[in-house]
């Protein structure tokens, strides 16, 4: 073994102590840990001939890459819909990289870690208050969850023609129905060849709304003349965290022929909340959900999982299935992971997400899920208050999205987020809504309190001084 590789296993108590350490200063400290910074290194780094040893890494990591670190993780992160690590998901996190486990199956390698994974997805249904007449598995993020589930839909759209595109590739005009797609959707259309811009947008409902009119949807479904479909719905749109109509949907599935996919990375959540679920009712029709766990579940990004119903399993081998290693032996007599999603290495992702249901439960999240509810109203009072600030939208759930006043001043919106941004107390992302540029708060992580909107208020306050509006 290699001189310095046997030092660190002789010294790997000391090692991750320092790890240890150096993480909790840094979730003790966050909240004095700028949203954003301006750092930056020459990344033309030359590699050691001889290993500096784990210690010296770590001393070099905190002199030099350190500072380009922000506190996304921190109770004023708002930008994208980004949560915070729990301690439990914390633990389930670390606990995953120790074990190193190859999550694939319930049988290889001589482990059955994959039944963690079933156990934790058993979990989320119960959560969700969802039926078990859906499977699911651990992946990336919203963009792999929805890719891998429209992924299945593109193989279903091919069963109605008799063909296998999964095989054969696509020979088919693939119809694909949808109102206000997350760009992830978009993404993934891309990348599965239908094509990013090879879909029909339904209207949305008039009144400031993003979720479709279903008036206009039925037109267009019958505009197609009895051929199949496949209706891309939101359950949370990223902007306004504006819902469709599951239960008017699910009575179209009883008419026309067509795959149901609902993207609820984050919206899919308001299932635990009594004031909330009203929003997904009707949702258990759909054919697939993708749900992201690294916003709302508040787990280390890197976590999201799909949903398909059972009965699609066939379609879902047959989509992704190792069809090259026949020593796997049936896919379904012999559960693997390796055969129903795109990645064929995975992590044991589910343990964050295993820890922090059994730590935590269904109170615990309710409890995050209606804290972040009721701080995106407060925040959205105090942007009323202001007489600079107004609502672009309704605020429906937990976004708020709002620009400058007046017209005239819509040129300085991008202005003063970025000088909001640069102060490094808070971070939200820019937008544009209903023809106007506009600025978009999250509000997903489990650390945020009404003193932190006070701190940004106070801040937006003197941004608007500086701007001389």
Not at 93 to 103: E, I, K, P, R
Not at 113 to 129: D, H, K, R, V
Not at 183 to 192: A, E, H, T
């Amino acid at each position: 073994m290699n001189s310095i590789l046997q030092h660190d296993l002789n010294n790997f108590e000391n090692i991750l102590e320092k790890a240890k350490q150096q993480g909790i200063d840094f979730l003790k400290n966050l909240e004095n840990i700028p949203t954003s910074n301006k750092n930056t290194i020459d990344p033309k780094r030359s590699l050691n001939e001889l290993g500096l040893g784990s210690v010296q890494a770590l001393k070099e990591f905190n002199e030099r890459l350190s500072p380009l670190l922000v506190s996304s993780p921190g109770p004023r992160y708002w930008g994208f819909v980004t949560g915070g690590s729990t301690p439990a998901s914390i633990v389930g996190d670390w606990l995953a990289s120790v074990y190193d486990q190859n999550t694939q199956s319930v049988t290889s390698q001589g482990g059955n870690s994959a039944l963690i994974e079933f156990e934790t997805i058993n979990l989320l249904l119960q959560l969700l208050e969802l039926p078990d007449s859906f499977l699911g598995g651990f992946v990336t993020g919203a963009t792999m969850s929805n890719f891998t589930t429209l992924g299945v839909a593109r193989q279903w759209f091919g069963k109605q023609f008799g063909k296998d595109f999964a095989k054969n590739g696509i020979s088919e005009t693939i119809n694909v129905l949808t109102a206000t797609p997350h760009s992830s959707s978009v993404k993934s259309l891309s990348m599965l060849g239908i094509g990013s811009q090879n879909y029909t947008v339904v209207k949305t409902i008039e009144g400031n709304r993003e979720a479709l009119d279903l008036a206009d949807l039925e037109e267009k479904i019958k505009g197609l003349n009895g051929k199949p479909f496949i209706l891309i719905s939101s359950a949370g749109t990223v902007n306004t965290a504006d819902f469709d109509d599951f239960e008017a949907i699910l009575k179209l599935k009883e008419k026309y022929n067509f795959w149901w996919h609902i993207d609820g990375a984050f919206g899919g959540f308001a299932a635990v909340s009594e004031k909330y679920k009203h929003f997904v009712k009707g949702w258990e029709g759909a054919d697939s959900i993708t749900i992201d766990c690294h916003k709302w579940l508040n787990v280390p990004y890197e976590s999201a999982f799909y949903l398909i119903k059972k009965e699609h399993i066939n379609l879902q081998i047959e989509t992704f299935q190792n069809s090259n290693a026949p020593y796997l032996g049936n896919p379904l007599e012999n559960f693997n992971y390796l055969n129903v999603v795109p990645e064929n290495s995975r992590r044991l992702r589910a343990l964050p997400v295993w820890f922090s249901l059994v730590a935590y439960g269904k109170e615990g999240f309710c409890d995050i899920i209606e804290k972040s509810t009721s701080l995106a109203l407060h925040f959205g009072n105090k942007l009323i208050e202001n007489r600079y600030f107004e609502l672009l939208a309704p605020i429906r759930l937990n976004n708020v999205c709002f620009t400058l006043k007046g017209n005239e001043n819509q040129d300085k919106v991008n202005v003063f987020l970025t000088k909001l941004n640069d102060t490094g107390k808070v971070f939200m992302t820019p937008t544009f809504y209903e023809n106007k540029k506009g600025i978009r708060a999250s509000f997903v992580n489990w650390r945020t309190t009404e003193d932190d909107i006070s701190i940004v208020i106070e801040e937006m306050k003197t941004i608007l001084d500086d701007l001389d509006l």
